[in-house]
């Protein structure tokens, strides 16, 4: 049978229970909505052909769209296309680390986003679409070794979506540094 004390310490660790979960609770929606707002962009300014952003120029170099016939004999299934965007980005200052969680990324008019595809589903289409070239390297993995002042570097992304998002889509680059300011580029992709 268990003694008063062992009662009293069970009755005050019952008690104790809930606010502890709701501390635990509030703490993590806390950092969810702090992580949350580090990674919306909000202010985008957008450009024809290319702007200044994290300490480079950045200029949209070539889209391809592929799936419907025209630019490959390849046809994808339920009307979905590939886009592929290419962008050069020549550093006008030292960049350093100032790249971190570099993120290009799809959006139509109706705010639908998509993000790119996997790093190795990205560079098995490459080798397939291009066999005798090297696959070109993403945001992400530029963002590590970025290039030198007044140097240009080529990235590549490619991205699924669907066959009707195609004719309003526009590209959006960022930077964690810099969010919520974003760059953009119409693909006007008809």
């Avoid at 229970?17 to 993590?28: D, K, R």
């Avoid at 630019?71 to 050069?88: E, H």
Wanted: aromatic share 6%; net charge neutral.
């Amino acid at each position: 049978m268990a003694s008063d004390r062992d009662r009293k310490m069970w009755w005050l660790s019952l008690v104790g229970l809930p606010p502890l979960v709701a501390a635990a609770i509030a703490i993590n929606a806390w950092r969810n909505i702090e992580d949350y707002r580090h990674r919306i962009e909000v202010s985008i300014m957008h450009g024809p052909d290319h702007l200044d952003y994290a300490g480079a120029s950045w200029r949209l170099e070539k889209v391809r769209l592929i799936g419907d016939g025209r630019d490959t004999q390849l046809k994808l299934p339920g009307q979905m296309r590939l886009v592929i965007v290419r962008m050069v980005a020549t550093a006008t200052r030292d960049i350093g680390e100032g790249w971190g969680q570099c993120e290009i990324s799809l959006t139509d008019g109706a705010g639908r986003r998509w993000r790119p595809l996997d790093v190795n589903l990205s560079n098995d289409i490459s080798r397939d679409l291009e066999p005798d070239k090297d696959p070109v390297s993403g945001c992400g993995i530029t963002s590590l070794t970025p290039p030198p002042k007044d140097h240009a570097v080529l990235i590549e992304e490619k991205f699924v979506v669907p066959a009707e998002a195609v004719s309003a889509l526009s590209a959006r680059l960022s930077v964690a540094a810099l969010r919520p300011k974003a760059i953009g580029f119409s693909l006007s992709l008809n």
